[in-house]
């Protein structure tokens, strides 16, 4: 037996090996599209570790004929990089240098900033895997300049054809003639949560203790009582992100429940936390103000407890969120305004609101109920409407206050 891990010797050296991911990588995947083409842009792959990062930004290096460089983030400094540029220019005949950047959410402000020159200039072209949302880690000078592909955890029925290679890669091996059960198969490819990188490695200690058949029995031994793939140093799991805001949204309380009790029990407090803040105001918006702050309070407190007990805060949030009232409206407002902005609208702002001296400006508490009538919008965009109440009890209420005291 090799000391070399299982999924690295079976690391598929073209585009139709590859398990998953058929949406980037398979016959009508985008980024398969874009190297066929002959076209081999600057992009970021984020998604949960053992989704195939690694092995596609391989395959494109291989396909597209450019010289491959790997570093990774947790080590590698910005003189490495600049060690690479050095090599690449003292090659002849190259077709270009593919520097691939592992787990880039490690590079600081200013060591993703200094890759700009490197990539702007055409010295390289850069493909860089985070499992974070690269959103919030990547700087936006480097976003702006890459391709966003996310990868997603592969099915199990697609780490199931990883899995049956291993074994005949592993009897290949050993000389030895060891089959397995449905049953086991199905478990494997399972508990890895969409990791095949984990699924392989689960195998391949099976592997190491069966007789003829690896069985059930054989895989419960090696496989941990939490199953799920979760990058804690991250945002996790996406997807089971999105699953327990969409459920919240929809206001079904067990299904919310469900997805917040697969993050904590992986080990996910703060992911958890951020998403039911914005939950409170995103979802749950104006139709009850107060969730805010009761999400603020119940998180502050999880995290002042810690896991396991942080699950009770989090699951009275959760529940509370999911049966409250529902309103998009302040967010939907937000998102008009922002279009128009963005449109080049609004840049002249009245007289009356500009500094120092304000002039014509009509101070509302001087006037009764607390309101006059005079323009705030900027001249273009007079008569806009960005707010609509919503149809729920406190935005109506607010609604009906307003139309009393602004016809008066």
């Not at 395959?59 to 990774?72: C, D, E, P, R």
């Not at 700009?116 to 300049?145: H, K, M, Q």
């Not at 029925?157 to 060891?178: F, H, M, P, T, V």
Request: charged share 20%; proline share 4%; aromatic share 8%.
């Amino acid at each position: 037996m090799q000391n070399q891990p299982l999924a690295d010797r079976l690391r598929p050296q073209s585009l139709d090996d590859m398990v998953g991911q058929a949406h980037l990588f398979g016959k009508n995947g985008v980024v398969r599209k874009m190297i066929e083409g002959g076209r081999v842009t600057n992009m970021i792959f984020f998604g949960p570790p053992g989704t195939g990062k690694t092995t596609a930004a391989n395959i494109v290096a291989k396909q597209s004929g450019m010289t491959l460089y790997k570093l990774n983030a947790t080590t590698a400094s910005l003189s490495d990089v600049k060690d690479v540029i050095a090599q690449s220019q003292n090659m002849f005949g190259a077709k270009g240098t593919l520097l691939y950047l592992d787990e880039i959410q490690y590079f600081n402000r200013k060591q993703q900033q200094s890759l700009l020159e490197f990539i702007e200039d055409g010295r390289v072209t850069l493909i860089a895997s985070t499992t974070d949302n690269p959103y919030f880690c990547i700087y936006n000078a480097i976003l702006s300049r890459c391709a966003v592909f996310e990868f997603k955890p592969v099915a199990a029925k697609e780490i199931q054809k990883a899995l049956l290679r291993g074994l005949d890669a592993l009897n290949a091996e050993s000389g030895k003639a060891i089959t397995i059960e449905d049953g086991a198969l199905d478990f494997i490819a399972g508990v890895g949560g969409g990791d095949v990188r984990s699924a392989l490695g689960v195998l391949e200690n099976v592997y190491s203790i069966a007789k003829k058949t690896i069985t059930e029995e054989d895989v419960h031994a090696f496989t941990p009582a939490c199953v799920g793939n979760f990058d804690r140093q991250g945002d996790v799991h996406y997807d089971l992100l999105s699953c327990l805001q969409k459920s919240i949204r929809g206001s079904d309380p067990d299904a919310a429940v469900f997805y917040l009790a697969r993050i904590l029990e992986g080990g996910d407090l703060l992911s958890a936390c951020r998403r039911l803040l914005v939950i409170a105001s995103e979802d749950v918006g104006l139709a009850y103000p107060q969730a805010a702050i009761l999400a603020k309070a119940c998180t502050d407190a999880a995290k002042e407890l810690g896991l396991p007990e942080a699950a009770l805060p989090l699951s009275n949030l959760t529940v509370a969120l999911a049966t409250a009232p529902k309103s998009n409206s302040a967010h939907d407002a937000y998102a008009a305004a922002k279009a128009d902005f963005l449109a080049g609208l609004g840049q002249e702002i009245p007289v009356h609101l500009q500094s120092p001296l304000f002039k014509g400006y009509k101070y509302p508490h001087d006037y009764p109920d607390h309101y006059v009538k005079q323009q705030y919008l900027p001249n273009d965009l007079v008569g806009k409407k960005y707010y609509e109440y919503g149809e729920n009890k406190t935005e109506q209420a607010a609604k009906a206050y307003w139309e009393k005291v602004k016809q008066k």
